[in-house]
């Protein structure tokens, strides 16, 4: 399926960011194939990557292919441990692109 934003609710602890809370907040992320966004450059990428042209330690560091990746963000407000409302901004995903 092609690149788009899905959707989650998750408790802002469990976002990783330091945040004491156990509010849910719904989180939105980009998921998806870009396969039909590729250029000339990723197929000729593709090519030297799988024909050994590159050398293998760069191989390793480079995309033959566009990523699905927010293009817009959206901050997500809620209330922490302390009663105190905290506002983190681009967290959540408000539009995606295919990027590379």
Known sequence: RHCRVEKKEMRVRDLGLGFDSDEIVLFKFCVGSCQAERT???????????NGSLP???????????CCRPDRYEPVSFMDAKTTWRTIQSLSAASCMCIG
Do not use: I, W
């Open 40 to 50: 000339n450059y990723d197929l000729a990428l593709k090519a030297l990557l799988e």
């Open 56 to 66: 293998r330690r760069t191989a390793r560091k480079v995309s033959s292919h566009p």
